[in-house]
């Protein structure tokens, strides 16, 4: 599963650069104003254009993860990724997956 972004964090705010074949842009990913258990704990901003959405997961091996939706009406589908910590506290790789069936 390749890399297609790189992130910081600064409080609750992921600042960083998705990087593929077909976009280059610099997103914000913000706390979400939640108004139910299925709501998005993020929501994904590049510039003033809501682009995503991305909520709070634990993996098997107990390691938090965001699960990240872009999506654009360009598109021809979402673009599924995880938002994983790197060996640095404050740098976060988002790494593509291709769910099954495409």
């Not at 994904?44 to 254009?49: F, K, Q």
């Not at 809501?50 to 009406?73: E, H, I, M, Y």
């Not at 979402?78 to 769910?99: C, K, M, Q, T």
Request: hydrophobic share 40%.
């Amino acid at each position: 599963m390749p890399t297609i972004g790189t992130f910081t964090k600064a409080g609750d705010i992921f600042t960083g650069t998705i990087l593929t074949l077909t976009l280059n842009v610099t997103v914000n990913i913000v706390p979400a104003d939640r108004v139910s258990d299925q709501s998005p704990d993020y929501r994904i901003h590049w510039g003033c254009v809501d682009c995503g959405a991305a909520w709070k997961r634990t993996n098997d091996a107990g390691q938090a993860f965001l699960s990240v939706k872009l999506d654009d009406p360009a598109f021809p589908h979402p673009i599924y990724a995880s938002l994983f910590a790197d060996d640095d506290e404050n740098r976060f790789n988002l790494v593509w997956s291709r769910p099954k069936g495409r």
